[in-house]
């Protein structure tokens, strides 16, 4: 079992950044692959990022790529999720969630979701 908590969602101008962070606990973190995901009002949990376990490796959907950076610690047992150059329609709630299979962009190969923390970007 891993638990996994969301923080650094807000409020932001377009243009403007926020760090998201997801800490583990539970059974080791570096055994996991790590993904982010968000998901708008009315909208499919969509795929953000993702990492390997040893972060040798990361992939990013097409939309943020060059603007949101994945990283993870896994001495603190954390992922980052580093957004800039937000946009409005980069408004939704934002996942972190666990996994063994790689940096997968599908939602089923992840065992293990947060809560979500919410990212609004005005215009």
């Known amino acids: 079992q891993v638990q996994l908590v969301e923080s650094g969602g807000g409020l932001v101008q377009a243009g403007g950044s926020l760090r998201l962070s997801c800490a583990a606990s539970g059974r080791a973190f570096s055994a996991y692959d790590m993904g982010w995901f968000r998901q708008a009002p009315g909208k499919e949990r969509e795929f953000v990022a993702a990492i390997t376990r040893t972060g040798t490796h990361t992939d990013y959907t097409d939309s943020v790529k060059g603007r949101f950076t994945i990283s993870r610690d896994n001495a603190k047992n954390t992922v980052y999720l580093q957004l800039n150059s937000l946009k409005p329609e980069d408004t939704a709630a934002y996942y972190c969630?666990?996994?063994?299979?790689?940096?997968?962009?599908?939602?089923?190969?992840?065992?293990?979701w947060g809560q979500g923390t919410q990212v609004t970007v005005s215009s």
């Open positions: 969630a666990a996994g063994t299979y790689g940096s997968s962009r599908s939602r089923w190969s992840y065992n293990y």
